[in-house]
């Protein structure tokens, strides 16, 4: 079996835990200023820089990153109708700005791994 598949599910259930933590009613808080602000923009990055690793083709990033940014609009006005959580245009610009920095990410950390030395084969010899 190939590593990607794996890999490929982390990836999907980190999407299914994003969903759940943003209908559940009582998802968990940190207690400090734009805590919800800032977790918003650190699960999208992370879900857009983790699929950016399985699929490097700009049309595949592209594709991903629509569908992750229309999925923090589609549940922010989800949150909206449930009557036990708020609808944020801040939460969706939070996720938006999340999907951009996890691609961002995704450019540059190669980059600046191989400007290091860190991750080629002639690394250490």
């Given amino acids: 079996m190939s590593w990607r598949l794996p890999w490929i599910g982390v990836g999907w259930a980190w999407v299914a ?58 549940l922010e006005f989800v949150q909206g109708s449930l009557g036990y959580r708020s609808y944020e245009l801040a939460d969706m610009l939070a996720n938006a700005l999340g999907v951009a920095a996890g691609w961002a990410i995704a450019l540059i950390l190669p980059r600046a791994l191989r400007a290091a030395g860190i991750g080629t084969r002639s690394a250490g010899r």
Avoid: C, N, Q
């Fill in 17 to 74: 835990a994003i969903v759940w933590l943003s209908l559940t009613p009582a998802p968990p808080r940190a207690e400090f200023a734009a805590s919800d602000k800032l977790g918003h923009l650190l699960a999208y990055a992370l879900l857009m820089l983790w699929f950016s690793s399985l699929y490097r083709a700009k049309k595949a990033r592209l594709a991903y990153a629509a569908a992750f940014v229309a999925m923090g609009i589609g």
